[in-house]
């Protein structure tokens, strides 16, 4: 059900009339998210680099077995909360409704942190190739916002456009790194081992680390229930990509971690990634493969950047669409247009924000001592890993949340399903909570809490309070659109 609206578009119901994504565009959209040649550059090499523990490949393993475990629940609720705002709907359904508009606002402030501070290493990135391989000298900042500009577009016009661009680009990145993955076994100067699998190299001083940098990693697969209004059928595609995104890249990152174990030697790993960090994979492929698959690879990276900004930015406008249409947030931005369906107001509000922020950070960091490091090591550390820090918090209170869901109504799920796996999930996630917390100084890559230890998670933490707050006070002052709250178009319901 839509309203027409003569400003620009329409109110809608739902995100769009027509459901697009099957579940392989869904699946597409995650995997996207998570930045496959990405996790392996950087985020592989630098936990190899920073906790010096060599059981990396088995982490992937073991956060993917933990995340299953939280799928099993968050994938059966989803057959029954049909919403773009996700965790909002899903934590106010399950828990209470003040509690979804706490976690709304986390969530807003997560999933922006992660797409906003993916710039920083993009504006990096594309500066550096700038220079090394054309010789122009280009400030990081203006690469980030013409690449604003393409997301923004991008975020306008319909979600399976989106789709379609990730699907290829994602494609990309899986057969570079199949390519380093091959090259690296058949080098193995220490010959082939699948001793960094083992649990005694991975449960040593370290793993807590090693844990909260690899959950990075999974950052994104949570999203196909904001997809579920623009799915084909929402009550297998949610489902079905949740778990397929969770296999794919727990198993494909560990055996690419394995790969580079083999290929550098199991002895030297830590030091060459401490030494070269991202520039590892790309030396190795120039060394073993030629200059032209090395700069392929580097051209790949980018777009991998690209492809996470384009999923996460899809996220957020949907959580702006979904708030707004409840009216938790101004209605403004529920508005859609009319030709494509896509939440045209929600994408208008992140570009503004990834501008301003952006805009931010170049003036802060101009005449700075770190150099041209200075957003790789601000704007990227400091808010991707605050961004990871408010999703895990809103994946353990969700497992509690499809706890009290399926305890109001067992619509026949198993007890599996609606309580034992919930709950493992719960505790696990609340370790990783816990790990993240007391790792975090390690994260921002000091040696010492400062205060940007503190004052970043902070700034993920304290929104769920003030939603909180705000969900009491609309109990109070406007019960009828309190009465809506996490319903979304439940129930025929449409704007005013």
């Known amino acids: 059900m839509s309203v027409d609206n003569p400003v620009k578009g329409r109110t809608a119901g739902t995100v769009s009339t027509e459901r697009r994504l099957g579940v392989p565009?869904?699946?597409?959209?995650?995997?996207?998210?998570?930045?496959?040649?990405?996790?392996?550059?950087g985020g592989v090499t630098t936990t190899f680099g920073v906790t010096a523990v060599t059981g990396v490949p088995l982490s992937f393993l073991v956060l993917g077995g933990i995340l299953a475990l939280f799928a099993v629940g968050y994938a059966a609720m989803s057959r029954y909360v049909t919403n773009a705002g996700a965790f909002y709907a899903y934590i106010a359904q399950g828990i209470s409704r003040p509690a979804g508009v706490g976690a709304s606002l986390i969530a807003l402030m997560a999933y922006n942190l992660m797409q906003?501070?993916?710039?920083?290493?993009?504006?990096?990135?594309?500066?550096?190739?700038?220079?090394?391989?054309?010789?122009?000298?280009?400030?990081?900042?203006?690469?980030?916002?013409?690449?604003?500009?393409?997301?923004?577009?991008?975020g306008v016009n319909r979600v399976d456009l989106s789709a379609k661009v990730l699907g290829?680009?994602?494609?990309?990145?899986?057969l570079v790194v199949i390519v380093y993955d091959v090259m690296s076994l058949?080098?193995?100067?220490?010959?082939?081992?699948?001793?960094?699998?083992?649990?005694?190299?991975?449960?040593?001083?370290?793993?807590?680390?090693?844990?909260?940098?690899g959950i990075a990693a999974f950052m994104g697969f949570e999203s196909a229930a904001i997809y579920g209004e623009e799915s084909k059928d929402p009550q297998r595609t949610v489902a079905r990509a949740t778990f397929a995104a969770v296999g794919i890249i727990a198993v494909f990152y560990a055996v690419s971690a394995w790969a580079m174990t083999v290929g550098t030697g199991p002895s030297a790993v830590v030091e060459t990634a401490a030494n070269s960090g991202p520039d590892m994979i790309f030396a190795f492929l120039g060394e073993h493969g030629g200059l032209l698959l090395s700069d392929i690879a580097q051209l790949l990276f980018v777009t991998s950047l690209f492809a996470a900004l384009v999923s996460f930015h899809n996220a957020v406008a949907r959580y702006f669409f979904s708030l707004g249409r409840e009216r938790v947030l101004p209605g403004a931005l529920a508005k859609v247009r009319a030709d494509s369906g896509a939440p045209f107001a929600g994408?208008?509000?992140?570009?503004?924000?990834?501008?301003?922020?952006?805009?931010?950070?170049?003036?802060?960091?101009?005449?700075?001592?770190?150099?041209e490091l200075y957003p790789v090591?601000?704007?990227?550390?400091?808010?991707?890993n605050s961004g990871a820090l408010g999703l895990v918090l809103l994946m353990t209170v969700v497992s509690v949340a499809v706890i009290g869901f399926f305890r109001k109504n067992g619509h026949g799920a198993s007890l599996w399903v609606r309580l034992v796996a919930p709950g493992l999930g719960f505790a696990l996630l609340t370790l990783v909570l816990v790990l993240i917390v007391s790792n975090f100084n390690v994260l921002l890559g000091q040696s010492e809490s400062t205060a940007a230890s503190f004052v970043l998670p902070l700034l993920v933490l304290l929104p769920g309070?003030?939603?909180?707050?705000?969900?009491?006070?609309?109990?109070?002052?406007?019960?009828?659109?309190y009465a809506r709250i996490g319903h979304g178009s439940e129930n025929g319901w449409q704007d005013q």
């Open 25 to 41: 565009a869904v699946t597409f959209m995650i995997i996207a998210a998570s930045a496959p040649l990405t996790v392996l550059a």
């Open 116 to 154: 906003v501070g993916i710039y920083g290493l993009f504006g990096f990135t594309v500066s550096s190739l700038l220079s090394a391989r054309l010789g122009i000298s280009v400030p990081w900042w203006i690469p980030v916002l013409v690449c604003i500009a393409i997301v923004g577009w991008l």
């Open 168 to 174: 290829v680009l994602v494609a990309l990145e899986f």
């Open 186 to 213: 058949a080098v193995a100067p220490e010959g082939v081992s699948a001793a960094t699998f083992s649990p005694e190299t991975l449960f040593v001083p370290g793993v807590g680390a090693v844990l909260s940098f």
């Open 347 to 371: 994408s208008l509000a992140q570009t503004v924000i990834a501008v301003v922020v952006t805009v931010g950070f170049a003036i802060a960091g101009s005449g700075s001592e770190l150099g």
């Open 377 to 384: 090591l601000t704007m990227f550390t400091w808010l991707t």
């Open 465 to 481: 309070v003030a939603g909180i707050i705000w969900g009491l006070r609309l109990r109070r002052s406007q019960p009828a659109l």
